[in-house]
């Protein structure tokens, strides 16, 4: 019997389909990557109201899980953070044999097992691999420091080793931009809406409250002194927020919806994009060679960590 590497994975959405392409690419298990997710995207509508359920929520679980058979995949139910907290379905887990693959121990396989916050999960040890968004390394433990930091490449060098011992490994290559805006009363249209233009800007700039540590991290200390941080009221939509204030930082896809607004799109400042990540002392050979199945051939990610 081979050993059975478990790897923490998000639960749901944008990440967990990431690391799902990401697994289905490397393993071969396209159909195992697609039932997961068309599985999770109807049973978001389901949640949001745009399909209706016809069994209740307890005989759709017993129906997608299959609890005997470790190589097909379990979900698990997960309270909802909307209007009468509805049970939502979500992942929990699934093995996949690594059959044949050079480097690995024979009867190797990997169990991905859905958590919450799979960066945590590493900072306890709990696991030696996992899947995370890059936002909560710099929330959580990367250092603030003068220079702005707009690379995941350069994220190891700024996490103190007495903080944590987890490191990023790649980048999945998923990415999505904090960005910079503004109305145009706020940056004339003489000036672009990046750090230079920010090391002279004194006044207002608003942000989501968790993302502070973020964006001090990502513009340097130097860039904000003389900004003061303002955060949209509770239910007031963000970038609607940021038209208020007149200039601000948002995790946007295209930037259409910050148009409608009236805002101008500036500077792209760091990716919001999911890495792998290991716990650096619970890397075995066979963790090892997992890790390098996992992240070989990142090349679609410009942002990949040498390694």
Same mark, same amino acid.
């Given at each position: 019997?081979?050993?059975?590497?478990?790897?923490?994975?998000?639960?749901?959405?944008?990440?967990?389909?990431?690391?799902?392409?990401?697994?289905?690419?490397?393993?071969?298990?396209?159909?195992?990557?697609?039932?997961?997710?068309?599985?999770?995207?109807?049973?978001?509508?389901?949640?949001?109201?745009?399909?209706?359920?016809?069994?209740?929520?307890?005989?759709?679980?017993?129906?997608?899980?299959?609890?005997?058979?470790?190589?097909?995949?379990?979900?698990?139910?997960?309270?909802?953070?909307?209007?009468?907290?509805?049970?939502?379905?979500?992942?929990?887990?699934?093995?996949?044999?690594?059959?044949?693959?050079?480097?690995?121990?024979?009867?190797?396989?990997?169990? %991905?097992? $859905?958590? @919450?916050?799979?960066?945590? #999960?590493?900072?306890?040890? /709990?696991? =030696?691999?996992?899947? &995370?968004?890059?936002?909560?390394?710099?929330?959580?433990?990367?250092?603030?420091?003068?220079?702005?930091?707009?690379?995941?490449?350069?994220?190891?060098?700024?996490?103190?080793?007495?903080?944590?011992?987890?490191?990023?490994?790649?980048?999945?290559?998923?990415?999505?931009?904090?960005?910079?805006?503004?109305?145009?009363?706020?940056?004339?249209?003489?000036?672009?809406?990046?750090?230079?233009?920010?090391?002279?800007?004194?006044?207002?700039?608003?942000?989501?409250?968790?993302?502070?540590?973020?964006?001090?991290?990502?513009?340097?200390?130097?860039? %904000?002194? $003389?900004? @003061?941080?303002?955060?949209? #009221?509770?239910?007031?939509? /963000?970038? =609607?927020?940021?038209? &208020?204030?007149?200039?601000?930082?948002?995790?946007?896809?295209?930037?259409?919806?910050?148009?409608?607004?009236?805002?101008?799109?500036?500077?792209?400042?760091?990716?919001?994009?999911?890495?792998?990540?290991?716990?650096?002392?619970?890397?075995?050979?066979?963790?090892?060679?997992?890790?390098?199945?996992?992240?070989?051939?990142?090349?679609?990610?410009?942002?990949?960590?040498?390694?």
């Amino acid at each position: 019997m081979g050993e059975t590497i478990p790897i923490a994975v998000p639960r749901k959405g944008r990440p967990l389909e990431c690391v799902l392409d990401r697994v289905a690419a490397r393993l071969d298990v396209p159909a195992l990557a697609d039932d997961i997710t068309s599985t999770l995207r109807h049973e978001k509508a389901r949640t949001k109201g745009t399909v209706d359920a016809d069994e209740d929520v307890y005989h759709r679980l017993a129906a997608y899980s299959t609890v005997d058979d470790p190589t097909e995949p379990e979900y698990t139910l997960l309270r909802d953070d909307r209007a009468g907290k509805p049970r939502r379905i979500v992942f929990d887990s699934v093995t996949i044999p690594l059959d044949d693959r050079d480097g690995v121990p024979e009867g190797t396989s990997i169990q %991905l097992v $859905g958590r @919450e916050e799979p960066f945590r #999960a590493l900072r306890t040890h /709990e696991f =030696a691999l996992g899947f &995370d968004s890059a936002d909560l390394v710099l929330e959580e433990v990367v250092e603030l420091r003068p220079k702005p930091l707009d690379r995941i490449a350069d994220v190891n060098a700024r996490i103190n080793p007495v903080d944590t011992d987890v490191r990023v490994v790649t980048g999945l290559g998923d990415t999505v931009y904090h960005t910079l805006m503004a109305t145009p009363e706020a940056a004339p249209p003489s000036e672009s809406i990046d750090r230079d233009f920010l090391e002279d800007y004194e006044g207002p700039i608003c942000i989501e409250p968790r993302y502070e540590r973020l964006v001090q991290a990502v513009l340097g200390t130097k860039t %904000l002194d $003389g900004v @003061e941080f303002h955060y949209p #009221a509770n239910g007031r939509e /963000e970038e =609607a927020a940021i038209a &208020d204030t007149g200039l601000g930082v948002y995790l946007t896809v295209t930037g259409s919806t910050a148009r409608d607004h009236g805002l101008l799109l500036g500077e792209q400042l760091f990716p919001s994009e999911t890495v792998l990540l290991e716990n650096t002392p619970e890397v075995s050979e066979s963790v090892a060679a997992v890790r390098s199945v996992l992240a070989n051939g990142a090349a679609e990610t410009e942002l990949a960590v040498t390694h």
